[in-house]
């Protein structure tokens, strides 16, 4: 990340020292550095002769005495407070009375590291978002004790970066990590109730939600090691069991599998590594689909199996005995359908279909769900265009389970007072290149869905947090027909 870092100062005209610990990992740094801006080249995004000058303002070298006559020092070293307060307490020695020396953590307390320092009025958190050349958010983070007037200056030198910046306080996880961990964390945690599997999972929340990356990809970019800190220093300050590092998290990390940064992490990034090939999805050996349900998503499936020549049966889910005779039974619902399948003289043939944007469906397999009926309702899912997401018959299968619990933690930050949510819908957007944030999906969503999926979410898993947010609650209770238009 300090490469990605050199090179956004670089690109906006800077001079930059770029400091490593040994010529391996300078060597390294130099490689991305020129990989990147490569890339750049390549796609004719930058001349070569730009190159070479972007690269020529970075100067290279392992001794951070060299740092005696910078004006800012952004430190971006692993996120172990330890090593972070010696760094500080150096450069405190080393640099210039007048400099400002910066921290990009990801979570620790500025706060903390700034008292390391005999300048903690000139200690602040300036926070970059991973691949720090794309991601147009910096997070400007001040204490009680930085200096009146240097949150906007940095947020001035973001702007200059071609940054946006939002100034939040010295909180666990700012405003971007205490979401996003909390969701990947929580995918982890899924994952490993074996509710749904990694491929599944990515595809739901990319594909489904337009997330650029799902969560195990994600992960993998940011670092396990990274994200584990990050989630451990949630953990501290919340003592909230959900923060707690899911355990597969510290398998990896103790493997070595630290995500890209080593090649391995959920995924191989090995470039020779073959790509995993596509299920088969032949046409299904069926002649009549049961299929239960109103609404215009049924109406869409019924559409798109007609066109496909298949004949379908219809039945509501107070009388199932229009579909009693199907070879399979599709059961239209957000909500877990074992109920329903019950009711069925063969419950093995139900099978759960939950539509989710445009391109994805769940395909949620109760337990007593035979093997050949979920793998039916697989095929005939890509035959109607979507990619079917494997997961169990639980309250609100992959998406929503994932998606509404981030949703309340916003409107529970909003609540705390930290960030306005328009601060917090750009963060999401700009830090995590996400298509909307948090408060524009509630309003697209529809808050009274959210906080009734939330009642769902609460009622299976008995997770606090899941609880709605008291402000998501009222407005749901007072009529507000959106978050944003309340909330300002
Ligand atoms: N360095 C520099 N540039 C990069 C890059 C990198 N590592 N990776 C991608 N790019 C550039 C590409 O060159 C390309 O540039 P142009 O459009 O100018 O040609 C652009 O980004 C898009 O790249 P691709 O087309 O190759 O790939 P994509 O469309 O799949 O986008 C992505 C890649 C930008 C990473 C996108 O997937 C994304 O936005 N992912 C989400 C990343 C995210 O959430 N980051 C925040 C993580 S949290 C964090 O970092 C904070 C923390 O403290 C833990």
Known sequence: MGAGIAEVFARAGLRVIGVEAD?????????HLEGSTGRAVARGRMTAEEQAALLGRIAFTTSRDDLA????????IPEVMEFKRGLFADLDRICKPSAVLATNTSSLSVTAIAATTSRP?????????????????VEVVRTVVTEDGLPDEIAGLARRLGKTPVTVGDRAGFVVNRLLLSYLN????????GLASRDDIDAAMRLGVGLPMGPFTLLDLIGLDTSY????????????????PAPILRELVTAGLLGRKTGR?????????PETAGEPGGRPEISLVGLVGGGPDAATVLEALEAAGFKAAVAEPGDLTPVAEADVVVALSDTPVVELAVRLPRPERLVGLHLVGERVAEVA??????RE??????????????????????????????????????????????ASAADIDAAMRLGCGYPAGPFEMLDAIGIERVRDGLRALYAEYREPSFAPAPLLDQLVTAGVPGIRAHVG
């Open 373 to 418: 009926a979920a793998e039916t309702v697989r095929d005939l899912v890509r035959m109607i265009g979507r990619t079917p997401v494997r997961c169990g018959d639980r309250a609100g299968f992959v998406v929503n389970a994932l998606l509404y619990p981030y949703l309340n933690d916003a409107v529970r930050m909003l609540e705390a007072g930290y």
């Open 365 to 370: 397999a109760t337990v007593v769900t035979s």
């Open 229 to 244: 800190e990050v989630c451990e220093v949630l953990f501290r300050e919340s003592r909230e069991r959900r923060h707690a």
């Open 23 to 31: 010529e391996a990992a300078l060597s390294r740094g130099r490689g």
């Open 186 to 193: 929580h995918a982890c945690a899924l994952l490993e109730t």
């Open 121 to 137: 009025a000139q200690v602040i958190g300036m926070h970059f978002f991973n691949p720090a050349p794309v991601m147009r958010l």
């Open 265 to 273: 992490g959920f995924h191989s990034h090995d470039r020779d590594a």
């Open 69 to 76: 006559g910078a004006d800012l020092v952004v430190e971006a």
